[in-house]
């Protein structure tokens, strides 16, 4: 199993960036997907999730609204797109999965079991 996410980059206060999970090795049918962070000297925390088959995704409510977790089966990607980016947001972003049922989508980084490599994101004040 492996995860990449891409597409971070230095975007000023109010831009917007999509970042994207390929996965390899398993299928999203059955893998739940979730977006995590940590910003420098900080512990890692979560920012999104989306479940298996049903799709349904949750935020973290500093990204509530400014965050969109979607995801294309077929394709094996994840992508999450930002917008409304704020200093604060500047972070290494990780993706991660875990075989789990449909309903399954956890803002907790324990259950997961397959951790990409992150990508970098640096929000210009």
């Known amino acids: 199993v492996q995860l990449q996410a891409s597409g971070g980059g230095l975007v000023p206060t109010g831009g917007s960036l999509r970042l994207s999970c390929a996965a390899s090795?398993?299928?999203?049918?059955?893998?739940?997907i979730g977006w995590f962070r940590r910003a420098p000297g900080k512990e890692r925390e979560a920012v999104a999730c989306?479940?298996?088959?049903?799709?349904?995704?949750r935020y973290v409510d500093s990204t509530k609204g400014r965050f969109t977790v979607s995801k294309d089966n077929a394709k094996k990607t994840v992508f999450l797109q930002m917008n409304s980016l704020k200093p604060d947001d500047t972070a290494v972003y990780y993706c991660?999965?875990?075989?789990?049922?449909?309903?399954?989508?956890?803002?907790?980084?324990?259950?997961?079991?397959?951790w990409g490599q992150g990508t970098l994101v640096t929000v210009s004040s």
């Open positions: 991660a999965a875990v075989r789990r049922g449909a309903a399954f989508c956890s803002l907790v980084s324990s259950p997961y079991t397959n």
């Open positions: 090795g398993l299928s999203l049918d059955d893998h739940a």
């Open positions: 989306v479940g298996s088959s049903t799709g349904i995704a």
